[in-house]
């Protein structure tokens, strides 16, 4: 279902205009107005979901297979290197639009637009404690 407010709602359904690189009955892909790097898209579902969470199962599968389609598309239209999926949950992750979106970068050889974070050590013990803690939450 489509929400009234949502901006990413809109522009995925057509109702204000973007510069679409790809459209099918689910998905609208367009040039992100603020790139990381030229040619920088987002993968935009027309139903609502507001992160990963609450994303139907089937509508997850079918933004990878567009990341598929449209990444390999921009690899050979725009000569780029490489490629970096980014799909942010939540503000203090990063997402700024709360409609699930999943971010296509195309990288270029020294471009600077490095999707990076700051290694940290880890304790093994802690490590260990962490994965039961999930494959309990899994169970």
């Not at 949502?6 to 973007?18: D, R, V, Y």
């Not at 609208?28 to 579902?45: E, F, M, Q």
């Not at 969470?53 to 297979?65: H, K, M, R, S, V």
Request: charged content about 20%; glycine content about 6%.
């Amino acid at each position: 279902m489509k929400d009234q407010n949502c901006i990413f709602c809109k522009i995925a359904n057509g109702e204000i205009p973007s510069n679409t690189v790809y459209e099918d009955e689910n998905f609208r892909v367009i040039l992100d107005l603020s790139p990381a790097s030229k040619g920088h898209a987002l993968i935009l579902p027309k139903e609502h979901a507001e992160n990963l969470f609450t994303l139907p199962e089937e509508t997850a599968q079918g933004a990878i297979l567009v990341a598929k389609k449209v990444g390999a598309a921009m690899m050979e239209a725009l000569s780029c290197t490489g490629l970096n999926l980014v799909q942010n949950n939540g503000a203090s992750a990063g997402q700024t639009v709360m409609h699930f979106h999943l971010h296509l970068i195309p990288r270029y050889d020294g471009d600077g637009a490095m999707v990076q974070w700051e290694p940290h050590s880890s304790d093994p013990a802690e490590q260990e404690q962490i994965a039961e803690k999930i494959r309990e939450a899994l169970a």
